[in-house]
């Protein structure tokens, strides 16, 4: 079990989400930056699969039941046990000892991954929370939850996973709206810096600056994906995260890369983002890139 | 516009089939994702009116080869994709007419109260697609002689179980949301629940009818 002292402004249950329900209408949720939650579990031995727990606001604070390896990635974040010790490293921590998760002024969202994995019973295929819709619940102090069998021991503390560089740069697609927009609007999004609404959630990050107005004309709602760039009327985008829903009405002007999607999410409420235009074997280049540094065994 | 297909980030395929709302469009892109899905078995698919996103893992298929898949599948045409699909379910969903804007717009439709709602039951209605939010059926067509054009002000607060009609579609809100569309009635039915291996009531290409209670 894994005893939770102190839980944050809003901490769930993620994993890498349902995919398997999109027909109804559901979510995928997950992780809102993947590779964090990736690199965590790696870090801690899980399998990809596994379930950690994403963080929001600090402080997060819990005891195991067991000796266990734990880590914590994210932007910005470090994780205590008898010294402070720097996120995206896997730490041994003994039974009952007190483990605090820190999120710094920078971080949205922090990651932590117990090896074993938080063992949840599934629903629909997934531990990931999805609070809408009533599947898992925002953890509470007082709250115990079962882990799986670990896979890593006291030899496994001290690996390290280089941390992503949370910069304001981001890579996307074009499309597959691209011909809802004038070229030069099209240049203009891939030529501006945008500001982080504050308003931006697990949804979607909101971003203000200069309008990048599609053509008029309706579009028929179609499906979506985290990292869709969707452009409302006013032309203000909006970039999709795990919580996004199945379908939406508004071209897509580009969509980001998968490896760049944690970097959107962790940014801040007034802080700038920049999209730079890749191809489609860039983006893979940059997933496989990710996949290789999550190979640390 | 000609059907294509698209690259919708790295993971996932766009096919475009038009511009325009129609049912057997609608049909086409459930047959599609259902072959993607259950045949194929590449990845999730999401129809809507008419597109369908096809998801697989670019890192376990060649993004040629999942193009190539699509292609031919959108080569097979409409018919062959829609005699695919298996026949949906009836699905009956007891209703209560006392929605808020039931009278605004059954007089803005110039009839009585007891009409529209007559015209709202006594029609099946074939689910195109689920979105919007879990459990969510866009349902149709409504019978044109009811008007139902969006609210000029969407409401902040619509309850669970509303029963609501826009656009010549209808649907039940499976939980309390924002929403702008015309609430003209209620029900009981649970439109979502996730303790059920098939966690929606309405599916795409089931038939709907409102019975009124």
């Known amino acids: 079990m894994i005893r939770i002292i102190e839980a944050g402004l809003r901490s769930t249950i993620q994993d890498r989400g349902r995919l398997g329900h999109l027909r109804s209408g559901l979510p995928p949720a997950g992780a809102a930056d993947p590779f964090a939650l990736a690199a965590a579990n790696a870090l801690v031995g899980n399998a990809e699969e596994a379930a950690g727990i994403e963080i929001i606001g600090t402080v997060f604070k819990f005891i195991c039941d067991d000796s266990r390896v734990v880590a914590v990635a994210g932007r910005d974040v470090s994780v205590g046990t008898r010294s402070r010790l720097p996120g995206w490293s896997s730490v041994f921590v003994r039974a009952g000892q007190t483990v605090t998760v820190y999120s710094g002024e920078r971080t949205r969202f922090a990651y932590l991954a117990v090896s074993g994995g938080i063992a949840t019973d599934p629903v629909l295929g997934s531990r990931s929370s999805y609070l809408p819709a009533g599947l898992g619940t925002a953890l509470r102090a007082g709250d115990a939850l079962p882990l799986g069998d670990p896979n890593a021991g006291a030899e496994d503390a001290g690996r390290r996973i280089e941390p992503t560089v949370y910069d304001e740069r981001v890579r996307a697609m074009t499309g597959p709206h691209d011909d809802r927009f004038e070229k030069d609007v099209s240049a203009r999004f891939f030529g501006e810096a945008f500001a982080v609404q504050p308003a931006s959630d697990r949804q979607g990050v909101r971003l203000g600056g200069v309008p990048i107005a599609p053509r008029a004309g309706e579009l028929l709602s179609c499906g979506v994906v985290a990292g869709a760039v969707q452009v409302p009327r006013g032309g203000a985008p909006i970039v999709l995260l795990a919580d996004h829903g199945t379908t939406g009405g508004y071209p897509v002007i580009a969509t980001v890369i998968t490896a760049d999607i944690g970097k959107v999410a962790q940014r801040m409420p007034g802080e700038s983002l920049h999209f730079y235009r890749v191809d489609r074997d860039k983006a893979l280049d940059a997933l496989r890139a990710e996949r290789l540094a999550l190979s640390i065994r | ?213």
Request: with cysteine; glycine share 8%.
């Open chain 2, 1 to 213: 516009m000609k059907p294509r297909v698209v690259p919708f980030g790295e993971g996932a395929l766009l096919v475009e089939l038009g511009n325009e709302f129609q049912e057997d469009v609608v049909a086409w892109a459930r047959g599609i994702a259902s072959h993607w899905e259950t045949i194929l078995k590449l990845g999730p698919a999401v129809p809507a009116y008419a597109s369908v996103v096809l998801r697989f893992d670019p890192l376990r298929i060649e993004s040629a080869r999942a193009e190539t898949f699509a292609a031919e599948l959108l080569a097979r045409g409409e018919s062959a994709a829609v005699a695919a699909t298996k026949q949906g379910r009836l699905v009956e969903i007891p209703t209560t007419y006392d929605g808020p804007d039931l009278a605004e717009t059954a007089e803005r439709s110039k009839l009585s109260v007891d009409e529209l709602v007559a015209l709202h039951a006594t029609r099946d209605y074939t689910a195109y697609f689920l979105g919007f939010m879990p459990g969510f059926a866009y349902c149709g067509r409504l019978d044109p002689k009811i008007v139902s054009s969006r609210l000029e002000r969407p409401r902040e607060r619509v309850p669970a179980g509303s029963v609501a009609i826009a656009d010549g579609q209808t649907g039940v809100y499976p939980f309390a949301s924002p929403g702008g569309w015309r609430l003209i009635g209620r029900t009981e039915r649970a439109m979502f629940d996730p303790s059920a291996a098939d966690p929606v009531l309405i599916s795409a290409g089931d038939r709907v009818r409102f019975v009124p209670q």
